[in-house]
């Protein structure tokens, strides 16, 4: 498995090549610019770490076969995705503190977005309509 940040992955492994993957993004060996080996194996899951909050990850799963120094990468049918992370502080425990426009005169404004920030409790609804609890 191939990640990239931000990105699509835009680089395939090279046939005869070993490369090392590591969990933690951005450890395991490069493939081009900014492709990093994530996991190599035969598991059906794996867990990566050491991601920026708030941001795309982009992946690209390869099969391959023979042994260490003549692995032949099938990069024709390649299986691609992405994901987001998490906001930072995106729990209620540790909130990151606002600051309120005190006089009331509106002029104040605090930028951000719960766009993919934890549940904390359930959705309210109100007079029909739902609304996200994020």
């Known amino acids: 498995m191939v990640a990239r940040q931000g990105g699509a992955v835009d ?6 090549t070993t490369y090392t993957a590591n969990a933690a993004f951005g450890s395991g060996d490069e493939i081009g610019t900014g492709n990093y080996v994530v996991y ?3 598991g ?3 867990t990566i770490t050491a991601l920026t909050a708030n941001t795309t990850y982009h992946y690209a799963l390869y099969e ?3 042994m260490a120094g003549s692995e032949c990468y099938r990069t024709s049918d390649k299986l691609t995705g992405s994901a987001s992370t998490a906001p930072v502080n995106d729990d209620c425990t540790g909130a990151t503190v606002l600051t309120v426009d005190t006089d009331l005169t509106c002029d104040a404004a605090t930028s951000g977005s719960s766009i993919n920030a934890t549940e904390s409790i359930s959705a309210i609804t109100c007079a029909g309509f739902a609304g996200d609890a994020d």
């Open 40 to 42: 190599k194996g035969t």
């Open 11 to 16: 680089a395939d492994p090279v046939n005869s």
């Open 64 to 66: 391959f076969d023979g």
């Open 44 to 46: 059906t899951s794996a």
